[in-house]
């Protein structure tokens, strides 16, 4: 050990012996270690030197001076070591007097890095033993089980913390993934909740709530599957008040997993407790504000608008009538409704629902001008919301305006912090619905900039932010700034959410879009697939965006000129499509029309046939299926029938797009000509007789 680190560590034990962080310098002239190190005034002497580095500061308090540490985490870190040798061989319960009975301020983050030293060398019995004991030890866990997280694989820290699980456990894991979450150590987390799903049992009121908070890091069958276990251990609790949560819990997770049948019974049910709650309290009060709110993002999700306007209106006319009418509640639930009106605009364009929207907004705005003025971050959102509204509306000079009085409003109270990018965020997004990518992209630039200093390179908002930009560049098929956006996006994304994240996803299928435009189809390709794989995961194997990402596949495939690619991959999205569609639809009936064209191009006819019948079953109205269905029985030799088709192609074009239009005009020649050559001309039908005896 250097002179240096001799004096810093006899310091360190001095202060852990002394419980006091700040010791007088005579103390220490005695002391057969430092003492003529502290007595020195040779500049090179150690403690010179730590003075003049700034490790260690000298102050005057009543007349005497004293010497402490200048950084706290440096002492910490020192004192980490002292601990560590001074209890080698001791056991836990030298650490835990420590933690309990030593006042000097840093004694527990001293504990915290001697058992850091500990999980370097993989050894864990002492955090697992104060985890254990609980109190105050267990306060001081989380830092060392998190770095033994990062440090070694979690399988194996998991199953030495949980080989005989206790309720001081899985606190120590609740503490330890906020930290790990605050260090945005996502994968890291995901991982442990992985775990601990396949560890822990539902046996108590704690087990289960992590293992529903772990569903929401499952893939989507193994999250369902879970949930529909623990749907049973909700009858074990005895508590009236941990059932009320657990069922809530229960029925959030469901609703993310996107199960809103489940959701809907756990939400309710979780609301008729809490009702049972209050009224064991004697309080008379209707069940508003959080409890409700997901149970309406569950209506909103299922379209089932008239539920949620019920409840909206419901807590509406409850606060207007309530004595107190608190108007804090009632600029929310009014911003609520205009939020629902909103949507119901989006989903069917009625003038009615976006003037509804507008005057729900209007009245937040009212009460939020009159409780807090114009400048004020509250009134700033409801210009925000209206702002999208009307963009919505395409009323842009509405939109514009109310958009950037958002902005002003965030400017000069935030200035260019956030949350000023959101304005920033929300007018790019505004410009390039307008039309103006250019202004799209200087807002965009401007909202970046703020995300890059207030949040840092790693931050979603930050991803999202490089990802539109790389969108608006590829409108503009500036394709070379495109691909340096989108591969920042995606190396961010990657990095807070892991590889298999669906916003990773997204930012796949623009690089891939960008490698098509540039004819790179092999990298289309292999970016397409990897944003495939990705939705699986994330979505499971039924979801109708996985059809049209298999669609594009497909597409990429067939440019690429590889037809059996191709072919096996629109028909992957066509039987996601019949699952989620059935076959009466014209996406369905589009995607069987790909199929058989490729089958027709590589001269599989009986194949291309099969498809265009089946096809043809979901647009009964469409004459190119029948045309295509008669070339392919021309081919086949099965002339009757090809005749048949052709006439029957002729017949819904002529009914669609008049006698005269080339489409139908081809399908009259092809008729005739194959009636001819094979001596039918009696199967012609009467009118297209009359229109070909010139011919």
């Not at 999700?301 to 207007?320: I, S, V």
């Not at 705005?365 to 959102?381: C, E, Q, V, W």
């Not at 797009?657 to 009259?668: E, S």
Request: glycine share 4%; proline share 1%; aromatic share 10%.
């Amino acid at each position: 050990m250097t002179d240096n680190l001799l004096l810093l560590h006899r310091l360190a034990e001095f202060m852990l012996e002394h419980e006091q962080h700040l010791l007088p310098v005579d103390l220490l002239f005695d002391d057969e270690q430092i003492g003529d190190f502290v007595k020195s005034i040779q500049i090179d002497s150690p403690y010179q030197q730590m003075l003049l580095e700034g490790i260690l500061t000298e102050s005057v308090h009543d007349e005497k001076l004293y010497v402490s540490f200048t950084v706290e985490g440096y002492f910490h870190f020192v004192l980490g070591e002292v601990i560590y040798h001074r209890t080698e061989g001791l056991g836990a319960e030298a650490l835990k007097q420590i933690v309990e009975e030593n006042k000097l301020n840093g004694a527990k983050e001293g504990v915290e890095q001697c058992l850091f030293l500990d999980v370097q060398k993989t050894d864990l019995t002492r955090l697992i033993w104060l985890i254990d004991e609980g109190g105050k030890a267990l306060e001081i866990s989380s830092y060392p089980l998190a770095q033994a997280f990062l440090i070694h694989p979690v399988d194996s820290i998991m199953e030495m913390l949980l080989s005989d699980t206790t309720e001081n456990d899985i606190t120590a894991l609740e503490n330890t993934i906020q930290k790990l979450e605050e260090w945005q150590k996502n994968e890291e987390v995901k991982t442990i909740y992985r775990v601990l799903s396949k560890l822990i049992l539902p046996n108590t009121f704690k087990n289960l709530s992590i293992l529903i908070d772990s569903i929401e890091y499952l893939e989507l069958e193994q999250g369902l599957h879970l949930l529909t276990t623990l749907k049973k251990s909700v009858l074990k609790f005895e508590s009236i008040e941990e059932e009320q949560l657990i069922y809530q819990e229960i029925g959030i997770q469901f609703l993310r997993k996107d199960d809103y049948k489940n959701a809907e019974i756990y939400l309710s049910r979780s609301i008729e407790l809490e009702q049972k709650i209050n009224r064991r309290a004697g309080i008379k009060k209707e069940i508003t504000g959080r409890l409700y709110s997901y149970l309406c993002s569950l209506w909103i999700a299922k379209k089932e608008y008239d539920k949620a306007l019920k409840h909206y209106k419901k807590e509406l006319n409850y606060l207007l009538r309530s004595e107190n009418n608190e108007e804090n509640n009632l600029l929310l639930v009014y911003n609520n409704l205009g939020y629902v009106y909103s949507d119901l605009y989006d989903n069917s364009s009625r003038k009615i629902h976006s003037s509804k929207a507008e005057m729900n907004y209007e009245k937040s705005l009212s009460i939020r001008n009159k409780i807090f003025g114009k400048y004020h971050p509250s009134t700033a959102i409801i210009y925000n919301n209206l702002g999208l509204l009307y963009s919505k509306t395409r009323e842009f000079q509405k939109s514009e305006k109310f958009h950037t009085d958002s902005l002003e409003i965030r400017q000069r109270i935030f200035g260019n912090n956030s949350p000023t990018d959101i304005s920033y965020n929300n007018l790019s997004l505004f410009f390039l619905k307008k039309g103006d990518v250019q202004s799209a992209i200087n807002f965009g630039e401007k909202a970046l900039s703020i995300r890059i200093k207030e949040l840092g390179m790693y931050n979603s908002k930050t991803g999202t932010s490089f990802n539109n930009l790389a969108w608006y560049y590829y409108e503009l098929q500036e394709y070379d700034k495109s691909l340096k956006y989108v591969k920042n996006a995606i190396r961010i994304r990657k990095k807070i959410f892991g590889s298999f994240d669906f916003d990773v996803a997204e930012s796949y299928i623009l690089l891939s879009a960008i490698y098509s435009d540039l004819d790179n189809y092999t990298a289309a390709i292999t970016y397409q697939a990897k944003a495939i794989r990705i939705q699986l995961k994330q979505l499971g194997p039924n979801n109708s965006k996985i059809g049209l990402s298999y669609t594009n596949l497909g597409s990429l495939h067939e440019s690429n000129g590889h037809i059996k690619n191709a072919i096996t991959n629109y028909k992957k999205a066509l039987k996601i499509e019949l699952l989620n569609k059935g076959i009466n639809n014209s996406e369905t009936g589009s995607t069987f029309f790909t199929i058989a064209n490729l089958y027709l191009a590589t001269k599989d006819y009986k194949k291309a046939l099969d498809f265009f019948k089946k096809g043809f079953q979901s647009n009964k109205d469409s004459g190119g299926f029948p045309f295509r269905i008669g070339i392919c029985y021309e081919n086949l030799n099965q002339l009757k029938e090809a005749i048949q088709y052709y006439c029957l192609s002729a017949e819904l074009r002529k009914k669609s797009l008049g006698v005269d239009d080339d489409a139908t005009q081809a399908a009259i020649l092809e008729a005739y000509r194959l009636a001819e050559e094979s001596n039918n001309l009696m199967l012609l039908p009467e009118w297209m007789k009359e229109i070909t005896n010139d011919l």
